[in-house]
């Protein structure tokens, strides 16, 4: 069973920055696309960033140009590197993966990032 594990959230003030980590037990290279969600009190939760095994990156427009998102291979890590960050960007974030070949869905189980005003 894969296991993915997030870190990097905590209390941050509007403006301020944080990287998220994504640690995978596997070799995430095997992972077609990996990706952040957030899900806010009351909200659903949305899709945030992407990144494709080759590198190809997706944005949801609410973060684009403040927040990158990379993987690095060799350390079967994710990060999500979040800048300029507003009160509306607090919410639970999420890591996934996506492995096509056995149709499997991952996700880890959450990291706090709140964004004071």
């Known amino acids: 069973q894969v296991q993915l594990v997030e870190s990097g959230g905590g209390l941050v003030q509007a403006g301020g920055s944080l990287r998220l980590s994504c640690a995978a037990s596997?070799?995430?290279?095997?992972?077609?696309?990996m990706g952040w969600y957030r899900q806010a009190p009351g909200k659903q939760r949305e899709l945030v960033a992407t990144v494709t095994k080759v590198g190809s990156t997706t944005y949801v427009d609410s973060v684009r140009g403040r927040f990158t998102v990379s993987r690095d291979n060799a350390k079967n890590t994710m990060y999500l590197q979040m800048n300029s960050l507003k009160p509306e960007d607090t919410a639970v974030y999420y890591c996934n993966a996506e492995q096509l070949i056995t149709r499997s869905d991952y996700w880890g189980q959450g990291t706090q990032v709140t964004v004071s005003s």
């Open positions: 596997k070799n995430i290279f095997s992972f077609n696309s």
